[in-house]
């Protein structure tokens, strides 16, 4: 069970974590240039884990730079990008429920009903993982409205 004092702590790391300007977010969150930190949206599918990205397999889609593990799965991108990019743009799924953009890391994952949602870290995915269905649903409700406050 998690602490009450855990809960706060996770709640400050995300109001004191990297903050995106609303103004100036672009639909798709890139750190280093390229979405998703280079790491294969791809195989969050097929490999059941986040593998990075090669600069040699890499597109631009959606005005962000996406990097992949081979071609097999950049193909599989180019095929049906929608399928295998994160939820609410890639920035945190949480901070997003609560009506913020925040950065990810793309070590604290999940995929739920076929959807990759990211998250700020993995502290903040512990946290988000408790009522999964209710933050992703408050998340929708602020998506993508929350990048023009």
Sequence with gaps: ????????????????????????????????????????????????????????????WKGVEWHFASAENQERFERDPRAFAPQFGGYCAYAMALGLLSSTDPLAWKVVDGRLYLVHSLAIEKVWQEDMALNIRLAEEHWPSVLYK
């Design 1 to 60: 069970m998690l602490t009450r004092r855990f809960f706060i702590g996770a709640m400050a790391a995300i109001k004191f974590a990297p903050a995106v300007q609303a103004q100036d977010a672009p639909v798709y969150f890139a750190t280093g240039g390229a979405a998703m930190a280079g790491y294969d949206p791809v195989s969050y599918f097929v490999d059941d884990a986040p593998v990075l990205g090669h600069a040699e397999h890499s597109l631009m």
